[in-house]
């Protein structure tokens, strides 16, 4: 799954537009996010991972990364 989907997923889940969710990101940040930023950095795939940690924060939820099993 590419962060774009992962992203959109989260986002249907809890019912959350992509306008305001440039609108929370603005205001946690103070960068001037708005819908055509968000939605150029995940079409150019350029999103970074602060941002999509910033995403995950205003959604609701942790990242976790865990150790594969071999």
């Known amino acids: 799954m590419s962060v774009k989907e992962d992203v959109k997923l989260l986002l249907a889940k ?4 992509m306008k305001h969710l440039a609108e929370l990101m ?3 940040t103070g ?3 708005n819908l055509k ?3 150029d950095k995940l ?5 970074k991972y602060e941002e999509f940690k ?3 924060d205003i ?3 942790d ?3 865990k150790k594969r099993k071999i």
């Open 14 to 17: 809890e019912a959350v537009t």
């Open 26 to 28: 603005q205001q946690k």
């Open 31 to 33: 960068y001037p996010y």
């Open 37 to 39: 930023v968000i939605s």
């Open 43 to 47: 079409a150019r795939k350029t999103l």
């Open 54 to 56: 910033v995403i995950a």
């Open 59 to 61: 959604l609701g939820y």
């Open 63 to 65: 990242i976790e990364l």
